[in-house]
């Protein structure tokens, strides 16, 4: 039987087409590592996508964190950025500059972009930031895109709740 403690996959950006959109943020409490997982359909356009890292201190469940900001550190991320439906590999891409990723503008593919965070490496913990959330730049009419996140508990930790 599924119980809602044990989903380890949190939806944090609407797969949807068009438009700008800030993602909802999740808590990380209690979790090792965080992979965000971000697929851009891209269309007929050319359109060069930008995604933005935010963390916060409280908000989860929400488009608006509190005492929202940036990511003061880059962050590691892995992408099939022409290839990923068909292919199994995915590569190690530079870190990110300071909490954002530049995606390609490659026409008429699909995109994966994983995003490795680990809450003591690159959030401000110390501070109480302990949620996350991701920004999607306008994605055009000709695509479309979204985020999941799937967590990583501490080994001898209780199970993370995203909204908490």
């Given at each position: 039987m599924f119980h809602p403690a044990l989903n380890m996959i949190a939806q944090m950006c609407t797969f949807e087409m068009d438009g700008v959109r800030d993602g909802t943020y999740i808590a990380l409490k209690n979790v090792h590592r965080c992979f965000l997982c971000v697929i851009i359909h891209?269309?007929?356009?050319?359109?060069?996508?930008?995604?933005?890292?935010?963390?916060?201190?409280?908000?989860?469940?929400?488009?608006?964190?509190?005492?929202?900001?940036?990511?003061?550190?880059?962050?590691?991320?892995?992408?099939?950025?022409?290839?990923?439906?068909?292919?199994?590999?995915?590569?190690?891409?530079?870190?990110?500059?300071?909490?954002?990723?530049?995606c390609s503008a490659d026409q008429s593919?699909?995109?994966?972009?994983?995003?490795?965070?680990?809450?003591?490496?690159d959030m401000d913990v110390a501070n109480s930031f302990d949620c996350v959330g991701i920004d999607f730049s306008d994605l055009g009419a000709a695509n479309s895109g979204g985020a999941f996140a799937i967590l990583i508990p501490d080994r001898y930790s209780p199970l993370p709740n995203v909204l908490a």
């Open positions: 891209q269309g007929a356009d050319a359109t060069v996508h930008t995604l933005t890292l935010k963390q916060a201190t409280g908000g989860a469940g929400t488009a608006t964190g509190t005492g929202e900001k940036a990511f003061a550190v880059a962050v590691p991320y892995y992408a099939a950025e022409t290839l990923w439906a068909s292919s199994t590999t995915l590569t190690a891409g530079a870190t990110s500059a300071v909490g954002v990723l530049t593919v699909d995109k994966l972009y994983v995003i490795d965070i680990v809450p003591e490496r």
